[in-house]
T-cell receptor, first 115, second 111 residues
Framework: NAGVTQTPKFRILKIGQSMTLQCTQDMNHNYMYWYRQDPGMGLKLIYYSVGAGITDKGEVPNGYNVSRSTTEDFPLRLELAAPSQTSVYFC??????????????FGSGTQLSVL | QKEVEQDPGPLSVPEGAIVSLNCTYSNSAFQYFMWYRQYSRKGPELLMYTYSSGNKEDGRFTAQVDKSSKYISLFIRDSQPSDSATYLCASTVTNAGKSTFGDGTTLTVKP
């Protein structure tokens, strides 16, 4: 029972490099989310998707891009990495966006350092 | 001012103690209130989910929401070393995925 799977677990980038953080879920969830968590801080929403082909910005989208070509996958792209993007990135999914019945499932995170 | 403020901690208690974790929020439109538990180097996992004001109990855990004072609490009875983790409160108007999170309180329960 995999749930939400993120790869890689750790990555070090040089300033200006690009990379894609992978996220896949096997629960047939419609909603998927990307968050970042800085040390000692809560989670901040980067981008989210309510279904294949539909994405929207969250609170901190600058410097990131996403796509959602399938229900299962929701990759996060970093272009021109900057030290300010050093953080732990979490992907999450839920079956619906209905607050009353919604439960978020999180992946185990990707720790990214930009040097 | 942050929309969700959480008591920063860290908190260290002996095994068996009652733990109280607290948050305040400023957005009157928030309707759903969550507590997540996050073990070191792991993703958060949903612990408690409350709609509007009131109490919700699940085993040793009780979540309490007072909308009149915009106060959110999580109580842990008979705390265990396995409860050692960071606890995040979160609130949202409609969609839990778009929640505003507190910064977390790190709890250590000593045997």
């Amino acid at each position: 029972n995999a749930g939400v799977t993120q790869t890689p677990k750790f990555r070090i980038l040089k300033i200006g490099q690009s990379m894609t953080l992978q996220c896949t879920q096997d629960m047939n969830h419609n909603y998927m989310y990307w968050y970042r968590q800085d040390p000692g801080m809560g989670l901040k929403l980067i981008y989210y998707s309510v279904g294949a082909g539909i994405t929207d910005k969250g609170e901190v989208p600058n410097g990131y891009n996403v796509s959602r070509s399938t229900t299962e996958d929701f990759p996060l792209r970093l272009e021109l990495a900057a030290p300010s993007q050093t953080s732990v990135y979490f992907c999450a999914s839920s079956y619906s966006g209905d607050g009353r019945d919604e439960k978020l499932f999180f992946g185990s995170g990707t720790q990214l350092s930009v040097l | 001012q942050k929309e969700v403020e959480q008591d920063p901690g860290p908190l260290s208690v002996p095994e068996g103690a009652i733990v109280s974790l607290n948050c305040t929020y400023s957005n009157s439109a928030f309707q759903y209130f969550m507590w997540y538990r996050q073990y070191s180097r792991k993703g958060p996992e949903l612990l408690m989910y409350t709609y509007s004001s009131g109490n919700k109990e699940d085993g040793r855990f009780t979540a309490q929401v007072d909308k009149s004072s915009k106060y959110i609490s999580l109580f842990i009875r008979d705390s265990q070393p396995s409860d050692s983790a960071t606890y995040l409160c979160a609130s949202t108007v409609t969609n839990a995925g778009k929640s505003t999170f507190g910064d977390g309180t790190t709890l250590t329960v000593k045997p």
